[in-house]
Nanobody, 125 residues
Framework: VQLQASGGGLVQPGSSLKLTCAAS????????MGWFRQAPGREREFVAA????????SYGDSLKGRFAISKDMAKKTVYLQMGSVKPEDTAVYFC???????????????????WGQGTLVTVSS
């Protein structure tokens, strides 16, 4: 699976931003699509994930309610809608894909086999 993330940029605190992850390649109907982020000097952090078939979702701690993950199967695209962004949301955001992942492992980055190149989100006034 090839992944292309886009949509990052400089945004003001309190605003919204939508990231896009376009997928291509093999059939990935049994995959889970995830978003992770990594800030300078910090470990990669789980943001959200969605099962391609069925749409089961999971979110990182404290992000549900501000962030929402969704998918468009016809476009083979996964989105991350970010709302009420804060300076601490500043990071490089990566999309990733994992085959046949059980729900309890949605947030484990080492289980994702394919990664996009990342898109930088900077939250600053």
């Amino acid at each position: 699976v090839q992944l292309q993330a886009s949509g990052g940029g400089l945004v003001q605190p309190g605003s919204s931003l939508k990231l896009t992850c376009a997928a291509s390649g093999r059939t990935f109907s049994d995959y889970v699509m995830g978003w992770f982020r990594q800030a300078p000097g910090r470990e990669r952090e789980f943001v959200a994930a969605i099962r391609w078939n069925g749409g089961t979702t999971s979110y990182g701690d404290s992000l549900k309610g501000r962030f929402a993950i969704s998918k468009d199967m016809a476009k083979k695209t996964v989105y991350l809608q970010m709302g009420s962004v804060k300076p601490e949301d500043t990071a490089v955001y990566f999309c990733a894909a994992a085959p046949r992942l059980i729900y309890s492992n949605f947030g484990v980055p080492s289980l994702y086999t394919d990664w996009g190149q990342g898109t930088l989100v900077t939250v600053s006034s």
